[in-house]
């Protein structure tokens, strides 16, 4: 009996199995599902997207001119932390 490399994780399985003993995907198939991908991409947005909004927020204070509108109290709650200049 030979012995395939599974392509998903480099497992040896038996020639002809449908699932891999080790991760249990198929070992014919080819990389990982499509889907983890997205996932991954979708998680890493997630995760990030507050952290760029603040910190695009935060510019946008830094480089607000010095205008003669008065600003409403509530701006942002990244604003609210920065004293007046
Ligand atoms: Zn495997």
Known sequence: MALKPCKVCGTLNA???DT???CGH??????RPAIFRYVAIAV???????????LFNWILWQLKPK????Q????SWVANE???R
Do not use: F, N, W
């Open 15 to 17: 020639e002809g199995v």
């Open 67 to 70: 205008s003669p509108q008065p």
């Open 20 to 22: 891999c003993l080790s």
């Open 44 to 54: 890493a947005v997630s995760l990030t997207m507050p952290i760029v909004l603040g």
């Open 26 to 31: 198929d070992p014919e198939a080819s990389k």
């Open 82 to 84: 920065i004293p007046d």
């Open 72 to 75: 409403p109290s509530r701006v």
